[in-house]
């Protein structure tokens, strides 16, 4: 069955730092993946997609992701973190043949000043 | 992308009662889906929902207890019927791609309806 693991529960950066949330997928075909971010008591919103082509994305908030299909990875990156980042971060993987989102565990991310 | 407008934002409710959400997208959109989060939990789907046809349930999601509509292809509402302190929650509805086109939103979600059943 696809499966999306995001082994990390938390996690403590503080501001300024890099930080890198993984995400792996287990999936039969070319998967689609997503990343969104959660701030307490608010909806999800879209940091960024993979559906083809480069397999390094850019999304918004200065967040990138890099797929590695040998790694069965999707891996969510921000070279320098802002304390407005702190929220949980799911990962999810198009499936059911393309009309349902899996989504992970989430992250949740703490920043310290 | 598609602008999602869910209400109510949050409600608390007696047990044995129904709440009905809605979600209204700003443009028309093939299918609709609805998620349910729990306390601490990552997201659920509960159901697609297109227009002029049943939803489609997922394993463990009933209709008659997460009745859905779907009259047009800018709304659908969803309600959680027989209130139990379980379905304390947060329901989320979220839309994938435009009626007309092939562009992809990449799954745009409402803000969100938080139930506390009491």
């Known amino acids: 069955a696809q499966s999306v693991t995001q082994p990390d529960i938390h996690i403590t950066v503080s501001e300024g730092a890099s930080l890198e949330l993984r995400c792996n997928y287990s999936?039969?075909?070319?998967?689609?993946l997503f990343w969104y971010v959660q701030s307490p008591g608010q909806g999800l919103q879209l940091l960024l997609k993979?559906?083809?082509?480069?397999?390094l994305v850019q999304g918004i908030k200065g967040f990138e992701a890099e797929f590695k299909r040998s790694q069965s990875s999707f891996n969510l990156r921000k070279p320098s973190v802002h304390w407005s980042d702190a929220a949980e971060y799911f990962c999810?993987?198009?499936?059911?043949?393309?009309?349902?989102?899996?989504f992970g565990t989430g992250t949740q991310l703490k920043v310290e000043l | 992308s598609a602008v999602i407008s869910q209400k109510p934002s949050r409600d608390i409710c007696q047990r044995g009662t129904s709440l009905t959400i809605q979600c209204q997208v700003d443009?028309?959109?093939?299918?609709m889906f609805w998620y349910r989060q729990q306390p601490g939990q990552s997201l659920t789907l509960i159901a697609t929902?297109?227009?002029?046809?049943?939803?489609?349930?997922e394993s463990g999601f009933v209709i008659d207890k997460f009745p859905i509509s779907r009259p047009n292809l800018t709304f659908s509402t969803l309600t959680v019927s027989n209130l139990s302190p379980e379905d304390s929650s947060i329901y989320l509805c979220?839309?994938?791609?435009?009626?007309?086109?092939?562009?992809?939103?990449?799954?745009?979600f409402g803000s969100g309806t938080r139930l506390t059943v009491v």
């Open positions: 443009s028309q959109v093939t299918m």
């Open positions: 929902a297109n227009q002029g046809s049943e939803a489609t349930y």
């Open positions: 979220s839309v994938d791609r435009p009626a007309i086109g092939a562009a992809n939103y990449g799954y745009t």
């Open positions: 993979y559906f083809s082509g480069d397999t």
């Open positions: 999810a993987v198009l499936t059911g043949g393309g009309n349902k989102l899996t």
């Open positions: 999936y039969g075909a070319t998967p689609y």
